[in-house]
């Protein structure tokens, strides 16, 4: 092969390929040298050409692990912080509080939005059917008592009763308002079509269920309705017995489920 011909099958060809060359540089009194190649500057150029190709894909490479590096630690704290150990070493559950609004009961979800709640690995550690009188509604909505919508909020959480249950399992906040949805109910049937709120809403205001938005928001509004005692949350007004005779139904239901599932695996 010709020293001059170019031939791009590889960077170890193109080095032999350039060493061929009798000198590549031109004479340093700026006379152009006889002995030097014609082909020699055109050869050089490729070669840096390749060199340069050759170089910025490691760096591209190199990058590439470093951002896949920086992603992998970000979705692995994401889904490591929620999940506490107790002492035991056990994944450690959390609670949240959940209100069926006044639209809800009216709109007889309640039984649909319970089922959905259990299929989902719930608990329902505590729950009460009671109508909010006015001063409790100002009382749990303090924060928004300066908005110009409260008085209106007011008025429609004191409509009819709601239904109000603790609710726990592991990540148990963040998991009931990925369900429940945005809280503009026509903006979560376009976002999050198969959330509660998508589903059984009608505004921001006429949106059928509540969820705590953190975990320190779940113990405040927990013990606003219950009070926590050595044996678990007492004293709230208990739910009616058909309520309660369904809710037992459900759960009985839904560990017998899971139990036949464990046993179809093995």
């Given at each position: 092969m010709p020293p001059c011909q170019t031939n791009k099958q590889g960077f170890t060809l193109l080095l032999?390929?350039?060493?061929?060359?009798?000198?590549?540089?031109?004479?340093t009194d700026g006379d152009d040298n006889d002995n030097t190649s014609t082909c020699s500057s055109p050869s050089a150029i490729y070669f840096s050409l390749e060199s340069h190709l050759h170089y910025r894909s490691m760096l591209q490479m190199s990058l590439r692990c470093i951002q896949f590096s920086a992603l992998l630690f970000l979705l692995v704290s994401a889904?490591?912080?929620?999940?506490?150990s107790s002492g035991d070493g056990s994944i450690e559950k959390e609670k949240t509080l959940a209100m069926i609004k006044p639209d809800g009961l009216f709109g007889s979800?309640?039984?649909?939005?319970k089922e959905i709640i259990l299929d989902s690995g719930f608990s329902i550690c505590k729950e009460m059917t009671i109508h909010l009188d006015e001063d409790t509604v100002k009382s749990f909505y303090a924060v928004h008592s300066s908005k110009s919508f409260f008085p209106s909020l007011v008025n429609y959480m004191t409509s009819g009763p709601v239904l109000i249950m603790v609710l726990e399992k592991v990540n148990a906040v963040a998991?009931?308002?990925?369900?429940?949805?945005?809280?503009?109910?026509?903006?979560?049937?376009?976002?999050?079509?198969?959330?509660?709120?998508?589903?059984?809403?009608?505004?921001?205001?006429?949106n059928c269920v509540h969820g705590s938005d953190s975990s320190e928001s779940a113990a405040r509004e927990i013990s606003f309705f219950f009070k926590?005692?050595?044996s678990g949350i007492v004293e709230g007004t208990h739910a009616s017995e058909e309520e309660a005779r369904f809710c037992a139904s459900k759960?009985?239901?839904h560990k017998n489920r899971a139990s036949n599932t464990r046993e179809s695996r093995f």
């Open positions: 032999i390929n350039i060493s061929c060359f009798p000198a590549i540089s031109s004479s889904v490591s912080l929620p999940h506490r979800y309640t039984n649909a939005i998991d009931w308002r990925a369900m429940i949805g945005p809280t503009d109910a026509r903006k979560a049937k376009v976002t999050h079509p198969n959330s509660i709120r998508a589903m059984c809403g009608l505004d921001s205001q006429t926590e005692a050595s759960e009985e239901s």
